[in-house]
C-alpha cells in the first residue's frame, strides 16, 4: 500500500538533486579542520544564525548536549519547559552527560511565565544547585509545533541576562519558527548564548544539525564533540547535503505550513478528531474524542493507509514535509474523517 506518511519530518528521503550533489562533494578530513564543505557550512549556518561560529554535529541531540555540556559544571542545575525535547527525549543525558539536575518548569502550551522562571533559579545559599543555563525551544514540538516571537520570549531572556544564567535555544525547527513569523533565524537566536537547528528535520539533509554560538563557545564544543565521538572525518559528504538543504528552504517550509493548515482546517469539521493547538507550522497534535485506546486508533489508520505517531493517551501528532503532496493531505483527512 501507498501510505500517506505524516509521523514526522525526519522521514524525508534526500532527492535526486541532492544526492548528485552528495556524491560530487569536495572532502578532507574534517577532525584536522580541513573539509571544506564542512568549514563551508559552519561559516554559513554562523552568517544565517548571526553568531560568531557554528559546528557541524551527528544529530539534534548531541547539540543540544553538548550545549549543556559546555554552559554547566556537573551539580549544576539547568531550567527547562517540562515537555521540551531535552528533558523528554533525550534519553537523560543531562544527568549522564552533563551531569546537571534537572528543574522542569510546566508551561502554558510550551512555556513557563517570566514569574515563574524567575522563582525557580536558585538564589547564592550554600545548601543550592547553581542555576547556569535555561533551554528553550521554537517551534515547540510537544505544544504542537509552536512558534514563540522574540517579544514572547524578551522577559525571560532578560531575566537569565540579570542573573548570569546562558541560554540554549533548542532550535530543531528554527527555520518553522522563522517561516511563521516571517523574519529571518538571526532575529529568533539573536539573545541566546547558543542555539542548534537540524538539517534532517523539514529541511531534508539526511544527516546532521548545527551547534551555533560565541567563538569561545564553539571551541569548547568542538572539544566535547571529539569527547562523544562525533568528530568525523570526510563529513563533507553530509555537510553538502546540508548546503544544499538550506538552499530555498524558506518556500518549502512555507508550503509545509499550508498544508498543516489545510489538514487543520479539515480536522476542526471533523467529529472524531478536534486539534489540541492552533496551528502554527507544520506540526499538528489532534485529540481523538472517541473511546478507543490511541494504539487502535493509530493501527486503523495505518490500515487505510495513514501514518501518524501517537501523541499521549488520546492523541496523535501528524507532521507534513517536503515528501507529502497536497492530494496525499486531503486523502489523509479523508481517512481521519471516516473514523
Ligand atoms: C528532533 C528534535 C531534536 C533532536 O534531533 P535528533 O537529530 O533527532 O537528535 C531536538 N529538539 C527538537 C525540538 C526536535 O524536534
Redesign the pocket.
Known amino acids: 500500500m501507498q501510505f500517506v506518511e505524516l509521523r514526522?519530518d525526519?522521514l524525508t528521503r534526500p532527492t535526486e538533486e541532492m544526492r548528485q550533489i552528495i556524491a560530487r562533494a569536495e572532502v578532507g578530513d574534517d577532525v584536522y579542520g580541513e573539509d571544506p564543505s564542512i568549514n563551508q557550512l559552519e561559516k554559513l549556518a554562523a552568517e544565517i544564525m548571526g553568531k560568531e561560529a557554528a559546528l557541524f554535529v551527528?544529530?539534534?541531540?548531541?547539540?543540544?548536549q553538548i550545549a549543556a555540556m559546555v554552559h554547566t559544571s556537573p551539580g549544576d542545575e539547568i531550567i527547562t519547559e517540562v515537555t521540551?525535547?531535552?528533558f523528554l527525549?533525550?534519553a537523560g543525558g543531562l544527568a549522564r552527560l552533563a551531569g546537571v539536575q534537572t528543574h522542569v518548569l510546566k508551561g502554558e502550551r510550551g512555556m513557563f511565565s517570566p514569574d515563574e522562571l524567575e522563582g525557580a533559579i536558585r538564589g547564592e545559599n550554600i545548601h543550592f544547585p547553581r542555576t547556569t543555563l535555561v533551554a528553550f525551544?521554537n517551534?515547540?514540538?510537544?505544544a504542537g509545533g509552536r512558534v514563540f516571537s522574540p517579544e514572547e520570549l524578551a522577559p525571560h531572556l532578560e531575566i537569565c541576562k540579570r542573573a548570569g544564567i546562558a541560554t540554549h535555544l533548542?532550535?530543531?525547527?528554527i527555520f518553522n519558527a522563522a517561516v511563521a513569523l516571517e523574519l529571518t533565524p538571526d532575529i529568533i537566536a539573536q539573545d541566546f548564548d547558543s542555539l542548534?537547528f537540524?538539517l534532517?528535520?523539514g529541511l531534508g539533509a539526511p544527516v546532521?544539525?548545527l551547534l551555533c554560538g560565541s567563538a569561545e563557545f564553539i571551541r569548547e564544543a568542538r572539544r566535547t564533540r571529539k569527547i562523544l565521538g562525533g568528530g568525523m572525518r570526510q563529513a563533507g559528504i553530509l555537510a553538502s547535503a546540508g548546503l544544499f538543504a538550506l538552499d530555498g528552504a524558506e518556500e518549502r517550509l512555507a508550503r509545509d505550513h499550508q498544508l498543516a493548515r489545510v489538514l487543520g482546517g479539515a480536522i476542526e469539521k471533523m467529529e472524531n478528531f478536534r486539534l489540541e493547538f492552533p496551528v502554527e507550522s507544520n506540526i499538528i497534535v489532534s485529540r481523538y474524542l472517541g473511546d478507543k485506546p490511541i494504539q487502535e486508533i493509530v493501527a486503523l489508520l495505518k490500515e487505510k493507509g495513514l501514518l501518524v505517531n501517537p501523541f499521549g493517551p488520546a492523541s496523535i501528532r501528524l507532521v507534513t514535509h517536503q515528501d507529502v503532496t497536497q492530494d496525499e493531505v486531503f486523502r489523509a483527512a479523508e481517512i481521519m474523517g471516516s473514523i
Open positions: 514526522s525526519t551527528p544529530s539534534g541531540t548531541m547539540a543540544n521540551s525535547h531535552i527525549y533525550e525551544e517551534t515547540h514540538n510537544r533548542d532550535g530543531a525547527r542548534s537540524c534532517s528535520k546532521g544539525s
